[in-house]
Structures are given as C-alpha cells and as structure tokens.
C-alpha cells in the first residue's frame, strides 16, 4: 500500500511492482530488518536510581506528547521538550484545551531522524527521558520511518546510558500478540506481516529493552482516543477518521460483536506520568481498554442519540458507500477496511498492567454515554 502512494506515476508503481521479489519485497525488508535488530546493544554505568524532577519529553507536539506536558507539570516535574518547532507547540496546546503555559516550559530543538538529534543545545539538569516522539503513519514504508522511529530511538538510548537517565519509551500495542501476557511480543514473522510503522517500534522497542544498566520502562498504548474531560480527540487516528466518516455517509456499521478500543489520552498520559515517578522494573505496561468500549453498533445509536443524521448499514453496505465517497474523512484510510470484516479491537492482555495502575491510583475510565456524548460534540 505505501508504494502506490510513494508512486510519483504508474510506470514508478510497476517498476516497483516487477522488482518486488528480489529488490522491494519482503525479502529486503526482513534482510533490513533483521540488520537494524542487530545492532549493537547500547550501554551504561550502572547508576542508583532516584526520583526525577526534569524530564526531557519527545514528541511534546503530539496529540499525546501535549497531554503528557500537563500530566507531567501536574505531578510537580520540570519539562523539557525536544521539538522540531517551537512555534507549533504553542497552537497544539491551545488546541487542545490544556493547561500549561509555555512559559513553564523549556524548549530544545531537535530532529530525531537527524544525526545527534540535531541539538545544538545543552541538555543540563535532566534525570529521566520520555521518549514519545515518532512518525506515526499506516501509510509510509519501512525505510521512511527507521530513522526517526528506530535510529533517533537509539541516538536518545546512548544519551540515556551515558548520562544514567531512566528511559521511558512510549511503543504500541501492535508490538505484542493478543494472546500472552505484557512481557509477551510478536515473533519477527508476525511483526514483518504487519504495518511497517509496527515493525519500526517494535524494533525500537527491543533496543531499549536489551540496553545494559538503562533503568526503563515501556508503555503499549492501544487506541488513543478522546479526552474525557474535553472530547477534543486527534483528528487524524482511525476512531476519529471512522466516525466522521459515518457522518459524511450517512451510515454506521451496524455490528455488536466487535469493539472499537477507545482509551482516553488523558488516562494514557496519567498513567505514563505516574510510572516515572516510580522505580523502573523494566518492564512493559499496555493501556488499553477494549473491554469497557462501544461496539460499533453502540457507537452508531450514540450518533443517533446525539441528534446525527446516521442509519444502520451492514459492513457491505458501509464499505461500498464509502468506496464511492472521494470526499469522506474516512477515504484515506478505505484500504484498511478489508472486504471481511476485520475491524474489531482486543482484547488486549492488561490484567498486570490494570493491577499496577491501580496501586498508583489510577483506574481506566468507563465509556459511558457522557463521554460519548463530548466525544460527538466535537466532530464538528
């Protein structure tokens, strides 16, 4: 699928298309692959830890890196973050409703697919990185996301070890199987069958867990959906794309036997927040919440009962309308919508995770009608 978007004409695609078995295919990704898994193992002195009070924070222009900015300066730590453009972190956070003044901030800038990240600037004062920076795209190849996901996540590891930061790396839930547990993630086979951009952070993901005396922690977040305070949600992920596509088609997948995970970002940013202030124990936390979501058929009568003009349509229906409907929001993203209905979410493995959580206070919201309620509010 990313070649018929990075194809500048069909000839390109069909050169691309007779080289696939030697050249393009998956026997070059799982060579490239294997090779970036192979890299040499980051490390450092071992160090006692203790609780930060600065944090360096990635991906801060992001729609959860900006929740993480308030959850993080909630909890009483200083922030510093590494952004490519000051000048966008100022409109993210306006709209997104949050809190935080740019002036309690500090700013670097950075790249994270440039070599040293780009600094120009001392990094003085830090004590733990979270690392939630990415490029996140459905649609991009492998080798357009290596950089900034796999290789700018390595630059900041060898940052980490030589400074004795804790490492708080922000994966996906697309790394683990649903099967198993949170220690448990997909073999190579089944991560090179998936989205190169689940391939580059599961790569990533391995890095930091094999980094020799790098206190860390990792945390799978699974779809991050809307703010239960404010409703505001990304306009670009899938929960948000599909349901304004059901408003551009007048129809809603009529189905109660799949959920679409909605996990609020303010519950995701919170329980990141929490887990650096605590010891890091090196292992892997998933925050999901699949099993306390709407089906789709529960999301399409909360439309309804939101006053949207939206029908009930079978998979069939729906997917046939939205072929023909170049303009909806959905449209994009209308290859992932199979001709089988393969779009339910979970369950997702999370018992540890919830349990831990919950001695740190903190307990996944239910989706009830008033969130959906704000949630549709927003979606204009």
Not at 286 to 303: C, E, I, K, M, V
Request: net charge neutral.
């Amino acid at each position: 699928l990313s070649w018929w978007f990075e194809a500048r004409t069909l000839d390109d695609l069909a050169v691309r298309l007779a080289r696939f078995a030697d050249v393009g295919g998956p026997r070059a990704l799982r060579e490239r692959a294997s090779a970036d898994l192979a890299l040499p193992t980051i490390s450092g002195t071992k160090r006692a830890w203790r609780r930060p009070a600065h944090v360096l924070l990635t991906g801060a222009t992001g729609f959860l890196g900006a929740h993480l900015i308030d959850q993080l300066r909630a909890r009483g730590l200083a922030v510093t973050c590494l952004v490519r453009s000051p000048d966008k972190l100022a409109g993210v956070m306006r709209e997104r409703e949050l809190a935080t003044p740019l002036d309690q901030l500090a700013i670097v800038v950075g790249d994270l697919a440039a070599p040293n990240l780009g600094l120009t600037e001392s990094l003085a004062g830090i004590d733990a990185v979270v690392h939630a920076g990415a490029t996140v795209s459905w649609l991009a190849s492998y080798e357009a996301l290596r950089e900034p996901n796999v290789l700018g996540t390595r630059t900041l590891l060898e940052l980490a070890a030589a400074r004795g930061w804790a490492f708080h790396y922000v994966s996906t839930i697309s790394t683990a199987p649903h099967a198993g547990d949170e220690a448990t993630l997909l073999t190579l086979d089944a991560a090179l069958a998936g989205t190169p951009y689940g391939l580059s952070k599961w790569i990533a993901e391995q890095h930091v867990a094999r980094a020799l005396n790098v206190a860390h922690t990792i945390t799978r977040p699974a779809m991050i959906a809307a703010s239960t305070q404010t409703g505001i949600g990304n306009a670009d992920d899938f929960n948000m794309r599909y349901l304004r596509g059901c408003l551009d088609l007048g129809l809603y997948v009529d189905r109660e036997d799949a959920t679409m995970d909605l996990t609020p970002v303010d519950f995701v940013a919170g329980a990141i927040a929490a887990l650096v202030l605590e010891e890091p124990a090196g292992e892997a936390y998933h925050l999901a919440n699949a099993d306390q979501s709407p089906t789709f058929g529960a999301l399409g009568r909360a439309l309804v009962a939101a006053g949207r003009a939206v029908r009930p349509a079978s998979y069939a229906e729906f997917r046939d309308a939205l072929a023909k409907a170049k303009t909806s929001r959905l449209h994009a993203l209308s290859a992932f919508l199979p001709e089988d209905f393969h779009l339910g979410m979970g369950p997702f493995p999370c018992e540890r995770s919830v349990a831990r959580l919950a001695k740190l206070g903190l307990t996944r919201p239910k989706i009830d009608d008033a969130y959906l309620a704000r949630l549709i509010a927003r979606l204009g």
